[in-house]
């Protein structure tokens, strides 16, 4: 008898998962309609290449000026810093980065550099 009511609970699972497998799906309900997108004025478009180049040059310059004010600026830092406002004012703007990162890099360095001894 125990082994009976196995079969048929067995029986009865495969059935049912079979059932649930064979159902059709439920309809998704339709695609809403498209949202109106506000139009964006015509007005001055923002480059975010520019922006961030902008910022890194002011970030350069407020490391080189703390180097420079410590007395520990270093002349490829300045060179670079140089290099990098003539690139805004060009408006390369990935050129403008690179050589802020390094100016202020190297700004950095020369602020670390106080740390270490004086060589005899």
């Known amino acids: 008898m125990l ?4 079969v048929w609970w067995a029986l009865l699972g495969t059935l049912t998962t079979g059932c649930a497998l064979l159902a059709p799906a439920p309809e998704s309900p339709p695609p809403a309609p498209p949202a109106a997108v ?3 004025p015509p007005g001055p478009r923002v480059d975010t290449a520019a922006e961030e180049a902008k910022a890194l040059l002011a970030q350069a310059e407020t490391d080189v000026q703390r180097a420079r004010a410590k007395r520990a600026l270093w002349l490829k830092a300045w060179e670079d810093l140089v290099a990098a406002r003539q690139a805004v004012a060009a ?3 990935a050129r403008a980065s690179l050589h802020a990162r390094r100016a202020s890099e190297l700004a950095q360095l020369g602020l670390e550099q106080l740390a270490y001894p004086a060589v005899r």
């Open 3 to 6: 082994e009976t009511s196995r």
């Open 38 to 40: 506000a139009a964006v």
């Open 91 to 93: 408006k390369d703007n």
